[in-house]
């Protein structure tokens, strides 16, 4: 049911360190079939911190772990032609043949089942602006909730309520850690946000909370690094959801345009920082891992 590349088979049999990449961000996260580079630049910094990298997706009906690069342009290649695959979206691409991009959600179930305990993204789902009026939570939130793994990310996406994410964060008994910092990123911002009563500042400490809470029989933890480069966007933000719910925008259109507004309107900044970012969490996820091991 689940094929796994022989180079993480290996670092699986070892006990080595080992570091689940997502292909949402690959197929549906950039312009110009840009992921491709993104997903190639953060399995080679996974390597360069000592780690093995996992990259995970469906393709052709087949749940694959490890990725090879042809299998990864093919992703990049298809874009919205790709499913995106959640936790309640895997059997049905499987069942169906389909090539399914996974969310973290959807990489993390995978990791729960082949033992994998460290994941690399950019932003994490969680609730969605304006909860009152259309409930829309993630199922990113539930997933790392259930599964035995660190995800390393800058925070949650930008285009969510981050104070409400974090409650809920809690109420599900997830801890949640600044890297090197007392509040949570902002995604695009490295400054802002909420403050949080975890800070971790090396990687040694990290496995042992890590090792402590898994040891008690608890699930996800999540490791939230600054971005290195720090954009204030909010303001976009605010007007381009503005401009969606004017156009009728609804829904899950409402991403995607407001991301590409987002990248018109600070001249491609936004999704420089995006890259780096992503970048910058698979090492050290990486470091994590190595750590822990």
């Not at 690069?69 to 790709?82: C, I, S, T």
């Not at 259309?134 to 990113?140: G, L, N, T």
């Amino acid at each position: 049911m689940i094929e796994i590349r022989p180079e993480v088979a290996e670092a699986r049999h070892d006990l080595g360190p080992i570091v689940a990449l997502e292909t949402t961000l690959v197929a549906h996260g950039f312009p110009n079939q840009e992921g491709l580079a993104v997903a190639l630049e953060a399995e080679r910094r996974v390597r360069e911190a000592g780690a093995v990298p996992a990259t995970i997706g469906i393709v052709d009906g087949d749940i694959k772990v490890g990725l090879t690069e042809g299998e990864l342009e093919r992703f990049a290649a298809a874009g919205d032609g790709a499913r995106k695959v959640g936790p309640r979206d895997i059997a049905v691409a499987r069942a169906r043949g389909e090539l399914g991009a996974t969310t973290v959600g959807g990489t993390l179930t995978v990791c729960s089942r082949v033992g994998i305990r460290f994941l690399g993204t950019g932003g994490i789902g969680g609730v969605h602006r304006g909860f009152a009026e259309r409930p829309d939570v993630s199922a990113d939130l539930a997933a790392i909730a259930r599964t035995q793994a660190l995800v390393v990310s800058s925070g949650v996406k930008s285009l969510l309520d981050v104070t409400a994410t974090l409650e809920v964060l809690e109420s599900l008994g997830v801890p949640v850690a600044g890297w090197r910092t007392d509040t949570l990123p902002l995604f695009y911002s490295a400054t802002g946000g909420p403050a949080l009563g975890l800070r971790i500042d090396d990687a040694a400490e990290a496995a042992r909370i890590a090792r402590a809470h898994w040891e008690l029989g608890n699930a996800g933890l999540l490791v939230a690094q600054p971005p290195a480069e720090s954009i204030e966007v909010e303001s976009l933000i605010e007007e381009s959801l503005g401009a969606a719910k004017e156009a009728g925008i609804s829904g899950p259109a409402v991403t995607p345009f407001v991301l590409g507004r987002l990248h018109e309107r600070s001249d491609g900044a936004t999704v420089r920082v995006n890259k780096r970012l992503i970048a910058d969490n698979a090492a050290l996820a990486g470091a994590l891992s190595v750590a822990f091991r």
